[in-house]
């Protein structure tokens, strides 16, 4: 098994459930005798003479420990393979007798496992290929969420809850810039904040953020700047939270754009993820447009909520629990005879106070490289988030804290 | 009472304090007839007419839900009121019949208390003024340590643990920028992430983070990409935590140099504070300093954490317990009678496991304006944090988790 792409809060819960389910299953019937941990994901058995770690007795108190720690204990890659080093993986697995392979990840983990199952098949090895989701972004297709959005998204709305507060006690407007490259769900979280289903069309009466732009609805800096002006005029605060993927209707980066165009004083440079330059970039926009002739700029302040976002040590528990149980079904799978699958959470009651799930399966090619975005009926408005997205993501954040105000 | 500057995650906790303090004290004995809160601190009683709010019956339990609010529940100011502006805070007690003035703040605070004092004596109105301590930057003289830091610094500790976390998953070279422009205490408390009282002389020994820079130590910019490269070259990583007011031997700020140099690519802006630009400025700095000729750039990123540090919803217990205390000291010394002071917190008992602290008085003018420093053993190495501020620290922070390894 092994852990691949960005890490997150909960990716060692889905690890420490395929060994549970492994330890209770495969190797209890016999079938499996050694459970091997790759380092460093694919790379562990396909690089440099591989990196596989024993895990075939680790205690139960080892395996809790492990599951209640954030980012991947395994170690991670960026590594996409081709088919090329499909074939390597293949091939260290076939050394290695290995049959089973469970990779705990997004699409392109099911893509690797897809890949490694057909060339299996063609070389007549008999291997088994699981993939188990993970992804703060929640943009696997076949799952109604997936493991590791939920506490990410919980850190996003505590984060906009406190800051909110920050924003009211001194005013000016703040910009708050959240994970999301192709998909609003973790942006649209910032809403949750708000603790109210429903929302004013008029953004100035909205509880903060007032605003919220995701990469699904075109950005137009004129409307980001007069809604931004129509909120401050009227409240003398604006909190606004936007994804750092969003793009002009024509589908490009506003970042870069930003970062090009002179008229702001943004950054330089071409590396976007993990810089300030987006809300730095949006903040100096802000500041010029909203600065009245020979008058005083407003207080416009940027955050980039960075890598915090997805390794912060408190979790959401749905999300924990989900987590370590996508981990055990893939191992159930494995032990059922499953010929290799992705492993899709479905929701089987939204009812308040009662949110079940279930864990089903998917095949691999249906989930493999494909992209979800968020749907349509979550985005109001071209600023704001539905309550319909209220209703989906509320139950999966866990409780939130009750505010006091004079 | 007023709450002023940036607020924190416990500012409303010593507003109930002092709420709590008077109810049982100076209104229950009949000598005040009325609590008025000020909106956004002395404006509401110095500006535009005034904007007060009647605290005189709030119930306990709106209270208690305020206490457990962060941010400055009256609203905040960054006001510095001078002799004509304190005239005016003045004018306005004496129009409202205010005999008591409490003001939350930090050493601008306490300077406001003593000169309303000062000039309340001049004009004979019987006036009894009390700062009560609140700074994220820890930077208060005649106090053990101030309230809101530790809240603050746990933020910090728990960011640097999962971060540490998803910096060994991943790789590469990862720096955080800490809020503190003068006070290195908030980035010092990084260093609590290693869980580890001694750490080595050779950073790459140590947990991470691995390197800590702080304000009190001048910043040199080839010792620091030194430091970088050595540990990033023994570990293929290294975690880094910047105070955001770094300065060179000169006292010059660090971020301001980076974006005038053109040497890297960094923010054109003059606004530093709320900005990503020192982050990105060092992570491009590392990335051109430690790419090989016609090599790879290594993965290099900053996160700059911002203002969440400030008002994260989730505080220390000690924090929480220590700024309801000096709101409730400082209505106690005022039924005593006492003439005006700055309430202070004295660390009574440091035994592991027996934390203890006492709240005193000091002299209005002996906290008002001065900043205190990080004492010089709680630095180590230029590159590091000493045992003695990790033993100074950790009683502070609360609980923190505890992580699993494979």
Chains 1, 2 share one sequence.
Request: net charge negative; with cysteine.
């Amino acid at each position: 098994m092994g852990q691949s792409g960005g890490p997150t809060a909960v990716i060692n819960q889905s690890l420490a459930g395929v060994v549970e389910g492994l330890q209770t299953g495969l190797v209890a019937s016999g079938k499996v005798k050694k459970i091997f941990g790759m380092r460093h994901g694919v790379r562990g058995i396909a690089k440099d003479g591989g990196d596989l770690v024993d895990l075939s007795h680790l205690p139960a108190a080892t395996i809790e420990a492990v599951a209640q720690t954030p980012s991947a204990a395994l170690g991670s890659t960026r590594d996409k393979p081709d088919d090329a080093y499909c074939a390597q993986i293949l091939e260290g697995c076939r050394q290695n007798e290995i049959r089973y392979f469970f990779y705990i990840g997004g699409n392109d983990s099911a893509d690797t496992c897809r890949i490694v199952s057909e060339k299996a098949a063609e070389a007549g090895y008999e291997m088994r290929c699981f993939h188990v989701p993970k992804t703060i972004d929640n943009d696997l297709k076949e799952n109604d969420h997936t493991p590791g959005f939920a506490s990410a998204a919980r850190f996003v709305t505590l984060a906009h809850m406190g800051d909110a507060l920050d924003n009211a006690s001194l005013g000016g407007i703040k910009i708050n810039v959240v994970m999301g490259r192709n998909a609003g769900f973790l942006t649209a979280a910032a809403s949750l904040a708000r603790r109210a289903r429903e929302t004013d069309k008029d953004a100035a009466k909205r509880p903060a953020p007032h605003l919220v732009y995701v990469p699904e609805v075109p950005f137009v800096m004129d409307h980001f700047l007069h809604d931004v002006d129509s909120v401050y005029t009227k409240l003398g605060r604006c909190q606004v939270a936007v994804s750092e993927g969003i793009r002009d209707a024509n589908g490009e980066e506003i970042g870069p754009q930003l970062m090009r165009s002179g008229e702001v004083d943004a950054h330089g440079n071409v590396q976007l993820s993990g810089s300030g330059a987006l809300g730095d970039g949006l903040a100096d926009a802000v500041k010029k447009a909203l600065t009245p002739a020979g008058g005083k700029a407003p207080r416009v302040r940027a955050d980039t909520f960075g890598y915090l976002q997805r390794c912060w040590p408190v979790t959401s528990p749905v999300d924990a629990r989900e987590a370590r149980g996508v981990g055990r079904h893939a191992a159930a799978l494995a032990a059922e005879g499953d010929t290799g699958a992705s492993i899709t959470i479905e929701r089987t009651s939204n009812v308040p106070g009662e949110y079940r799930s279930a864990f089903g399966r998917a095949e691999l090619s249906a989930v493999a490289r494909y992209a979800r975005h968020m749907p349509e009926d979550f985005s109001d408005n071209g600023n704001n988030i539905s309550a319909s997205f209220y209703d989906y993501c509320m139950p999966l954040v866990g409780d939130l804290p009750e505010f006091g105000t004079l």
